[in-house]
């Protein structure tokens, strides 16, 4: 019978794995725009991870990987995953997942984190549990693509880039984004079409830099009005609306712990060749 993957804990909106040695392959859930998806972080804990296709090894850092595609990963030892939602990260939704190693003083912090956290995962209450998630959340951050690449794919981050900067702004047109990239409208609309258009891609931004805020304790004071109109919505019930649509909660069951009924699970299906 292969091995599979056992659930450790949740943290928060965090799930952490015990991962076989084994060749798999990761089958990401399908997502689009309209959805939330998650990313997977394997730690090494006495072996080497090694993603052939994507020319990715190491028996030291922590490796992402994003719901682009499934990948063909080899597990050489025991390994920590953790699946965490992609508002966590603030990874676009325009561009997709990465694949990438942390760096180094990233993957050094997650493992020190990880070590404290297995150890007395039973003891940690719910409060700390979130303050935990944070600290992870922060720790994975996700640079933007370069923007030296060629094509569309160049364009798409630009313009990811540009709506983030200017998410607070209630009035932000395609126009607007359109005239700083110095091209037409009609030329943006061709970009973004395939993510659905300017008003689908803006307010997936809103919605996760929203969800974001509201899963950090430090802002828990601020009002989800506040946090609302902060970030470019001028319309409470349209946010509301919207919000419900994303992650299949309202946001103040949200803020409370409820997870998204939308969030779809990773499988992995054991291959030839198995490690163990």
Same mark, same amino acid.
């Given at each position: 019978m292969p091995l599979a993957p056992r659930l450790l804990a949740h943290l928060d909106?965090? %799930?952490l794995w =015990?991962? #076989? #040695?084994a060749r798999m392959k990761a089958l990401p859930p399908p997502c689009t725009l309209h959805d939330p998806h998650t990313q997977w972080l394997l730690v090494p804990r006495d072996g080497r991870i090694n993603? #052939? $296709? $994507?020319?990715l090894e190491s028996d030291t850092t922590p490796l992402l990987l994003g719901p682009t595609g499934s990948q063909v990963v080899a597990l050489e030892g025991a390994a920590i995953a953790l699946e965490v939602p992609s508002y966590r990260l603030a990874v676009s939704p325009l561009t997709g997942g990465q694949h990438r190693l942390l760096e180094h003083e990233q993957g050094h912090l997650v493992q020190a984190l990880l070590e404290e956290l297995t150890l007395r995962i039973e003891r940690i209450s719910p409060e700390s549990q979130r303050y935990i998630a944070q600290a992870i959340s922060d720790l994975l951050y996700c640079p933007a693509p370069a923007l030296g690449e060629t094509g569309e794919c160049s364009l798409l981050a630009e313009a990811d880039t540009l709506m983030r900067r200017r998410l607070a702004e209630h009035t932000l047109r395609a126009e607007d984004i359109a005239q700083a990239m110095g091209m037409s409208r009609a030329g943006l609309y061709r970009v973004l079409t395939p993510c659905g258009g300017f008003k689908t891609c803006l307010h997936a931004l809103r919605l996760d830099r929203v969800a974001q805020l509201l899963r950090n304790p =430090? =802002?828990?004071r601020k009002a989800i009005k506040g946090l609302l109109f902060h970030n470019g919505f001028s319309s409470t019930e349209q946010f509301q609306r919207l919000f419900r649509q994303r992650f299949g909660v309202a946001a %103040?069951?949200? %803020?409370k712990g409820a997870l998204s009924p939308l969030l779809g699970d990773w499988r992995f299906e054991a291959l030839p060749g198995n490690l163990s």
């Amino acid at each position: 019978m292969p091995l599979a993957p056992r659930l450790l804990a949740h943290l928060d909106d965090i %799930r952490l794995w =015990q991962m #076989p #040695p084994a060749r798999m392959k990761a089958l990401p859930p399908p997502c689009t725009l309209h959805d939330p998806h998650t990313q997977w972080l394997l730690v090494p804990r006495d072996g080497r991870i090694n993603v #052939p $296709e $994507e020319g990715l090894e190491s028996d030291t850092t922590p490796l992402l990987l994003g719901p682009t595609g499934s990948q063909v990963v080899a597990l050489e030892g025991a390994a920590i995953a953790l699946e965490v939602p992609s508002y966590r990260l603030a990874v676009s939704p325009l561009t997709g997942g990465q694949h990438r190693l942390l760096e180094h003083e990233q993957g050094h912090l997650v493992q020190a984190l990880l070590e404290e956290l297995t150890l007395r995962i039973e003891r940690i209450s719910p409060e700390s549990q979130r303050y935990i998630a944070q600290a992870i959340s922060d720790l994975l951050y996700c640079p933007a693509p370069a923007l030296g690449e060629t094509g569309e794919c160049s364009l798409l981050a630009e313009a990811d880039t540009l709506m983030r900067r200017r998410l607070a702004e209630h009035t932000l047109r395609a126009e607007d984004i359109a005239q700083a990239m110095g091209m037409s409208r009609a030329g943006l609309y061709r970009v973004l079409t395939p993510c659905g258009g300017f008003k689908t891609c803006l307010h997936a931004l809103r919605l996760d830099r929203v969800a974001q805020l509201l899963r950090n304790p =430090q =802002q828990d004071r601020k009002a989800i009005k506040g946090l609302l109109f902060h970030n470019g919505f001028s319309s409470t019930e349209q946010f509301q609306r919207l919000f419900r649509q994303r992650f299949g909660v309202a946001a %103040r069951a949200f %803020r409370k712990g409820a997870l998204s009924p939308l969030l779809g699970d990773w499988r992995f299906e054991a291959l030839p060749g198995n490690l163990s």
